[in-house]
């Protein structure tokens, strides 16, 4: 298996729900990642899983909560958006948190914020 | 500071071969380089990687000169399909660990 799942596809929420995106991939890999992707934007980085530990955040709302269960999973956690966090929500991995042998990316949850 | 600098866009008709340079001055020595295709509303996708001089797989080159301040990334006779955006990605060390940030990325169109 050498894919990064993502669920679900697509999402609309309002302001004042809770909702969770997943991601799950079952190579091996050490590291996980959150991207948020703007329409015609380069991915952001958001945060970074290095051994099931959070190794990075780039400064994300708390609104935005990252949980990593096992070696497998990763889970972003939504609460109280605002429309402006619509987007696509990219996961990936890579063997080791430096990367150096790439890193696979999901097909990304779009989030809509209503 | 931005990592990584490249067009921001190149048209290319069917059938040409294509070189997207991306540069890259602060570099660190123990960074590889790693090319990714993007279509819309898709995760990037893996193209190829090296540290330097050239690499090649089915799909493209990746030339990487001495110095490892620039690189190129071939795709030899481009069809309709290979329209979409690439970026090029180096590491950044941050607090002892590595994110990759990406670039603008180059969007290459290609005519028919």
């Known amino acids: 298996d050498t894919e990064v799942t993502q669920t679900p596809k697509h999402l609309v929420m309002g302001m004042t729900n809770k909702k969770s995106l997943k991601c799950e991939q079952h190579m091996g890999h050490r590291a996980m990642y959150w991207y948020k992707q703007k329409a015609k934007k380069p991915p952001e980085l958001m945060f970074v899983y290095s051994y099931e530990k959070l190794s990075i955040n780039e400064s994300v709302p708390s609104r935005f909560s990252p949980e990593c269960p096992n070696s497998s999973l990763l889970n972003l956690h939504l609460h109280a958006l605002q429309p402006e966090d619509s987007a696509l929500y990219l996961c990936?991995?890579?063997?080791?948190?430096?990367?150096?042998?790439?890193?696979?990316f999901g097909s990304g949850t779009r989030l809509t914020v209503v | 500071l931005a990592k990584t600098t490249q067009p921001i866009s190149m048209d290319s008709y069917e059938g040409q071969e294509v070189n997207i340079t991306c540069s890259h001055n602060?570099?660190?020595?123990?960074?590889?380089i790693t090319w990714y295709q993007q279509f819309p509303s898709q995760g990037p996708r893996f193209i190829i990687q090296g540290y330097k001089t050239k690499v090649t797989n089915e799909v493209a080159s990746l030339f990487i000169p001495a110095d490892r301040k620039s690189s190129t990334l071939s795709l030899p006779r481009v069809s309709l399909s290979d329209t979409a955006v690439y970026y090029c990605l180096v590491g950044d060390e941050s607090g002892g660990y590595q994110k990759v940030t990406f670039g603008t990325g180059t969007k290459l169109q290609v005519i028919p």
């Open positions: 602060n570099i660190a020595t123990n960074d590889y």
């Open positions: 990936a991995s890579s063997q080791d948190n430096r990367g150096n042998y790439g890193y696979t």
